[in-house]
Every structure is written in structure tokens, then in C-alpha cells.
């Protein structure tokens, strides 16, 4: 196969019939960058369908790609989109000239998705920096901080990670900070900045929220909490000064990774399960831990892009890192399965996923009542059948951690845990405190 004068073609291929809507026009719906007062160019827009799906909701969109809609119009417009494009591109010069000509053509904001290291599949060819997949068509896996750098480098503008694999790059300071802000008091677990300005009362609580929103502010190195910002946050209010409140945010960020103070910390958890090595708990108690645990995994979450939704928290005894385990539905199923695991070393700022969703012997997870508080809605329902598998001697057996062994253990005496799990769903988007 002579792949430089077949590239176009083949990178054709790799365009998909888009039933709803990508997930990076989803994001820039649900954050209002594109809303019906602006205009939208898709660029490298593959089949149309996003474009055919905002046109058909109102907002006026065109399209362009250079094999299946050569035709289109490149028409410079408020906000572009170039979806999965320079994924595909195999020539890391031309990635550089797409991504500078499109943000040339946005008159706002430029969208940009890649494919991540997270979706790599395990088969492919090695071909320059990606690989060629077995339809012949070439990937480029991307981290998001080389993804990150070149979108910067070939912009000059500073790129916004919304979620693994997507940025959105602003025209202007002024709207990156604007986004940065509202995003930082929607999203975060702690109060919004309007909420903190009108406590009157500085009770811990809110001063540990403060602390903890400027310790993550000063982990990440932003600059969106200028002095003048942060007066909003109530700095002044419980710290004296924005200064007293920055060192007291450096000193908790060093304590992160201080044995004595983990192990503290850890120790007076009002719930989770202490194993050897590791400490572990559910997302939904997270509010519930000290503040240095909160501070820890908020830190590992912004280099976890983002990361939302149901997660258990590791937190090795020693070192500098700490994972978030994502199980499949663990509300729900009696012995969840691990499908990815994505581990921070936050001295490091690097993030190593890990998917088991290809596995056919995953880690599963018993005795699921210690991972939560005893209000958490079904700590009742865990409990029981934690006493019923107890009573069986189940748990004391060591070969129960793996899928393959827990079937055929529960083959043996035929039991199904299933029958003591009630059918009731619950949705972790409904945490109030992600
Ligand atoms: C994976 S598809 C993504 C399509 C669409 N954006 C989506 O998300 O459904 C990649 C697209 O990039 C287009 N493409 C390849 N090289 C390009 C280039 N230099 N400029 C613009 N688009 C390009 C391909 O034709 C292909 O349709």
C-alpha cells in the first residue's frame, strides 16, 4: 500500500455516520459556546452530522471536508469546530497548518478533539508517530498535555482542557477567563464563587472550601485567581490577606504527599477500607473526608481530566500518587467490575490509564458498605449481603478478587448475589458533590 498518495482517501474513512451529536459539540452546547446567536464552521466535518444536527436545531452551521464535502464552505465563523481531525492526519506538519488555519477562521472559540492514549487499541502498526489500524486508516493517540502543547504552539493561544481529548481554544483572555471562571463554580465540588461571597458566617467549613478551591487554582498554576478575583472567593475574610491565603493553600499542597499527614488523615476517615498498602473510599463520601484528602483528590481530578461521576478513591500509604478506580455500575451490580483505572503521581502531574474493559479476569470489588458513609442510601442493602456472604465464608477466602475465580466459587454452592440487590438504579450524576 503506498500510504502518502492514498493518505486523503483513506483518511476519509475514518469519518462516522453521526446519529446525535459529537461529544465535542455536546460540550459546547452544554457550556453555551455555541448557542443559536452564533454562527459555526465544522471543520474536517467527516459525514455532516453535527452539522446537520445543529442546523436542524437552529443554530447555522456549515461544513467542510476535504473528502466528503470538498464543496463546503470554509466560511470564517463564531465558533470552529475541528472534530477527531488531526488524529488522523499522519504528517505532524500538516497537524500544525490545520490546526493554525482553522483557529484563523474562529471568530471565538476553537474546538479541538483528538483521539486519547485512553481509546489506543491494542492491535495496529506502528506508522510514524501513531499507528495504522487494521482499515488501513492512520491514528495518532494523543496525551492531553502533548495534545495541549500543540494546540498551543500552533495557535499561540492557551487551550482549555473541557474533558479528556477536548479544548476549547478563546480568541479573546477576557472569554477564556469567563469560561474558566463559571466552569470553576459549577463544576467544582465546592461552593460557587457567588455562593461563597454571601456566606456570612466564616464557619470552617466554608474556609476549608475556600482553601481547598485556591490550593487546586495554585496546583494547576492558573492565573484565573488573580488577587483581585479571589477577593470574590473571601480570601480576605477568613485569611486576613490573599497572600496569608495562598501560603496557607502551599502548605496544605505540600502536606499532600507528606507520609505522616496521609496516614493522619487516613486514619481519621469517617469511612473506607484501610487495606496494607492503600486506603480506599467512594466518591460520594469524598465531602465527608478531611481536607487534605479533598484537596488530594481534587488535585488528581484536574490532571484526571476532569474525571465526573462514580469513581473509588486509592490512596497509597506512601508516595506521591493516587488512583481513581471507575467500576462498573457500582451502585448497582453486587460485585463490580474495575474497567479503568487512572493513576495520578501528582509531584510528577502525570496521568496513567489503565482499561479493563477488554479483561476477561478484571478485579471486582466485596464488602462494598465500607467504601461509603452509613447514609449513603444503599449502605443498608450492602451490608446485608456482606453478612449474608460472610456467613457463607466467603469472604475469608483469599481467591475472591478476580472475576473468573468469584463465578466459579459461586458456582460451586450456588449462589447468586443478584437476588439480594434491589432493582432500584441510582444515578451517580445526582452526587451532589461532583
Ligand atoms: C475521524 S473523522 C471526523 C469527522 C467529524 N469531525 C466527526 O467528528 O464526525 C476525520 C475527518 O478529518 C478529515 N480530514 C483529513 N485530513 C484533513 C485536513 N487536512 N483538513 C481537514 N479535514 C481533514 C477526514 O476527511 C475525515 O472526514
Same mark, same amino acid.
Given at each position: 500500500?503506498?500510504?502518502?498518495?492514498?493518505?486523503?482517501?483513506?483518511?476519509?474513512?475514518?469519518?462516522?455516520?453521526?446519529?446525535?451529536?459529537?461529544?465535542?459539540?455536546?460540550?459546547?452546547?452544554?457550556?453555551?459556546?455555541?448557542?443559536?446567536?452564533?454562527?459555526?464552521?465544522?471543520?474536517?466535518?467527516?459525514?455532516?452530522?453535527?452539522?446537520?444536527?445543529?442546523?436542524?436545531?437552529?443554530?447555522?452551521?456549515?461544513?467542510?471536508?476535504?473528502?466528503?464535502?470538498?464543496?463546503?464552505?470554509?466560511l470564517a465563523s463564531?465558533?470552529?469546530?475541528?472534530?477527531?481531525?488531526?488524529?488522523?492526519?499522519?504528517?505532524?506538519?500538516?497537524?500544525?497548518?490545520?490546526?493554525?488555519?482553522?483557529?484563523?477562521?474562529?471568530?471565538?472559540?476553537?474546538?479541538?478533539?483528538?483521539?486519547?492514549?485512553?481509546?489506543?487499541?491494542?492491535? @495496529?502498526?506502528?506508522?510514524?508517530?501513531?499507528?495504522?489500524?487494521?482499515?488501513?486508516?492512520?491514528?495518532?493517540?494523543?496525551?492531553?498535555?502533548?495534545?495541549?502543547?500543540?494546540?498551543?504552539?500552533?495557535?499561540?493561544?492557551?487551550?482549555?482542557?473541557?474533558?479528556?481529548?477536548?479544548?476549547?481554544?478563546?480568541?479573546?483572555?477576557?472569554?477564556?477567563?469567563?469560561?474558566?471562571?463559571?466552569?470553576?463554580?459549577?463544576?467544582?465540588?465546592?461552593?460557587?464563587?457567588?455562593?461563597?461571597?454571601?456566606?456570612?458566617?466564616?464557619?470552617?467549613?466554608?474556609?476549608?472550601?475556600?482553601?481547598?478551591?485556591?490550593?487546586?487554582?495554585?496546583?494547576?498554576?492558573?492565573?484565573?485567581?488573580?488577587?483581585?478575583?479571589?477577593?470574590?472567593?473571601?480570601?480576605?475574610?477568613?485569611?486576613?490577606?490573599?497572600?496569608?491565603?495562598?501560603?496557607?493553600?502551599?502548605?496544605?499542597?505540600?502536606?499532600?504527599?507528606?507520609?505522616a499527614a496521609r496516614?493522619?488523615?487516613?486514619?481519621?476517615?469517617?469511612?473506607?477500607?484501610?487495606?496494607?498498602?492503600?486506603?480506599?473510599?467512594?466518591?460520594?463520601?469524598?465531602?465527608?473526608?478531611?481536607?487534605k484528602i479533598q484537596?488530594?483528590?481534587?488535585?488528581?481530578?484536574?490532571?484526571?481530566?476532569?474525571?465526573?461521576?462514580?469513581?473509588?478513591?486509592?490512596?497509597?500509604?506512601?508516595?506521591?500518587?493516587?488512583?481513581?478506580?471507575?467500576?462498573?455500575?457500582?451502585?448497582?451490580?453486587?460485585?463490580?467490575?474495575?474497567?479503568?483505572?487512572?493513576?495520578?503521581?501528582?509531584?510528577?502531574?502525570?496521568?496513567?490509564?489503565?482499561?479493563?474493559?477488554?479483561?476477561?479476569?478484571?478485579?471486582?470489588?466485596?464488602?462494598?458498605?465500607?467504601?461509603?458513609?452509613?447514609?449513603?442510601?444503599?449502605?443498608?442493602?450492602?451490608?446485608?449481603?456482606?453478612?449474608?456472604?460472610?456467613?457463607? @465464608?466467603?469472604?475469608?477466602?483469599?481467591?475472591?478478587?478476580?472475576?473468573?475465580?468469584?463465578?466459579?466459587?459461586?458456582?460451586?454452592?450456588?449462589?447468586?448475589?443478584?437476588?439480594?440487590?434491589?432493582?432500584?438504579?441510582?444515578?451517580?450524576?445526582?452526587?451532589?458533590?461532583?
Open positions: 500500500m503506498d500510504f502518502s498518495t492514498e493518505r486523503l482517501q483513506y483518511r476519509g474513512k475514518t469519518a462516522i455516520g453521526r446519529p446525535t451529536f459529537s461529544r465535542p459539540i455536546k460540550l459546547a452546547l452544554r457550556d453555551r459556546i455555541i448557542t443559536s446567536e452564533k454562527t459555526v464552521l465544522d471543520y474536517g466535518c467527516g459525514r455532516g452530522g453535527d452539522v446537520s444536527l445543529l442546523n436542524s436545531i437552529g443554530i447555522d452551521s456549515v461544513g467542510w471536508d476535504p473528502n466528503h464535502f470538498a464543496d463546503g464552505i470554509r463564531d465558533v470552529v469546530n475541528l472534530g477527531y481531525v488531526i488524529n488522523v492526519i499522519e504528517d505532524p506538519a500538516e497537524r500544525v497548518s490545520v490546526l493554525k488555519y482553522a483557529y484563523s477562521l474562529a471568530n471565538e472559540c476553537l474546538i479541538v478533539s483528538a483521539q486519547t492514549e485512553a481509546t489506543k487499541p491494542s492491535k @495496529g502498526v506502528p506508522y510514524n508517530d501513531g499507528i495504522l489500524t487494521t482499515r488501513k486508516t492512520f491514528q495518532k493517540y494523543f496525551a492531553n498535555e502533548a495534545l495541549r502543547s500543540l494546540i498551543e504552539s500552533s495557535t499561540g493561544a492557551r487551550a482549555f482542557l473541557v474533558e479528556r481529548g477536548i479544548f476549547f481554544v478563546f480568541k479573546s483572555e477576557e472569554a477564556r477567563v469567563r469560561y474558566a471562571l463559571a466552569r470553576l463554580s459549577r463544576k467544582s465540588q465546592f461552593p460557587s464563587v457567588r455562593k461563597l461571597k454571601s456566606l456570612k458566617s466564616s464557619n470552617d467549613s466554608s474556609r476549608d472550601d475556600v482553601l481547598i478551591s485556591l490550593a487546586v487554582e495554585r496546583f494547576r498554576r492558573s492565573d484565573i485567581l488573580s488577587s483581585s478575583r479571589v477577593s470574590l472567593l473571601g480570601c480576605e475574610e477568613y485569611f486576613g490577606s490573599f497572600e496569608n491565603a495562598c501560603n496557607a493553600a502551599d502548605e496544605l499542597l505540600a502536606s499532600l504527599t507528606n507520609r496516614m493522619e488523615s487516613m486514619k481519621g476517615a469517617p469511612c473506607g477500607k484501610m487495606l496494607p498498602d492503600s486506603f480506599y473510599f467512594h466518591c460520594s463520601a469524598l465531602r465527608s473526608m478531611d481536607i484537596t488530594l483528590v481534587s488535585c488528581a481530578r484536574t490532571i484526571a481530566d476532569n474525571i465526573d461521576g462514580d469513581f473509588i478513591v486509592k490512596i497509597p500509604k506512601t508516595g506521591t500518587g493516587v488512583s481513581l478506580l471507575i467500576y462498573r455500575d457500582f451502585e448497582n451490580v453486587p460485585h463490580p467490575e474495575l474497567m479503568v483505572s487512572l493513576l495520578v503521581d501528582l509531584e510528577q502531574r502525570t496521568l496513567r490509564t489503565r482499561s479493563y474493559s477488554n479483561s476477561k479476569n478484571p478485579p471486582i470489588l466485596h464488602r462494598k458498605e465500607c467504601f461509603v458513609l452509613p447514609d449513603h442510601p444503599k449502605y443498608q442493602a450492602f451490608r446485608e449481603l456482606t453478612e449474608v456472604e460472610e456467613g457463607l @465464608g466467603l469472604l475469608s477466602r483469599s481467591d475472591i478478587g478476580f472475576r473468573k475465580s468469584w463465578a466459579a466459587i459461586l458456582k460451586q454452592i450456588s449462589f447468586d448475589p443478584n437476588k439480594f440487590v434491589s432493582k432500584k438504579t441510582i444515578n451517580p450524576d445526582s452526587y451532589p458533590h461532583i
